[in-house]
Nanobody, 116 residues
Framework: QVQLVQSGGGLVQAGGSLRLSCAAS????????MGWYRQAPGKQRDMVAT???????NYADSVKGRFTISRDNAKNTEYLQITGLKPEDTAVYYC??????????WGQGTQVTVSS
C-alpha cells in the first residue's frame, strides 16, 4: 500500500508564495506518476500539475508560469512551488499517486487561502 502525507499550505496574501510537500511511503515502486489537484468550494477537483519519475511534467493552463512541480526521489517527496498567488487559487490542494494498477491514492488535503 502507498501512503501520502501532505504539509504546507495556509493563508497568504495575493502575490505571495507557498510550497506544498507530499511525502510518499510504503510500496512506492507501485507509483507510476504523482501529481497535485485542487478543489475550490462547490467545484470539482481539477488537475494542477503532474510529474513522472523521469521528470516529465504537465500543468493546467491556469497555473503555467506560476506553479512548479518537482520531486526528490531520494526522499520520495514531491513539491508544488506556488508563486504569484491569486484569490482564485484558494482551494484545498491534494497530492495524488497514480499506481501502475490504475488505482489512485490521495493525500489528506491542505487548505490554501489567498487574501486580496
Amino acid at each position: 500500500q502507498v501512503q501520502l502525507v501532505q504539509s504546507g499550505g495556509g493563508l497568504v496574501q495575493a502575490g505571495g508564495s507557498l510550497r506544498l510537500s507530499c511525502a510518499a511511503s510504503g510500496s512506492i515502486f507501485n507509483i507510476n506518476r504523482m501529481g497535485w489537484y485542487r478543489q475550490a468550494p462547490g467545484k470539482q477537483r481539477d488537475m494542477v500539475a503532474t510529474t513522472t519519475w523521469g521528470g516529465n511534467t504537465n500543468y493546467a493552463d491556469s497555473v503555467k508560469g506560476r506553479f512548479t512541480i518537482s520531486r526528490d526521489n531520494a526522499k520520495n517527496t514531491e513539491y508544488l512551488q506556488i508563486t504569484g498567488l491569486k484569490p482564485e487559487d484558494t482551494a484545498v490542494y491534494y497530492c495524488d499517486a497514480l499506481l501502475y494498477s490504475g488505482s489512485r491514492i490521495w493525500g489528506q488535503g491542505t487548505q490554501v487561502t489567498v487574501s486580496s
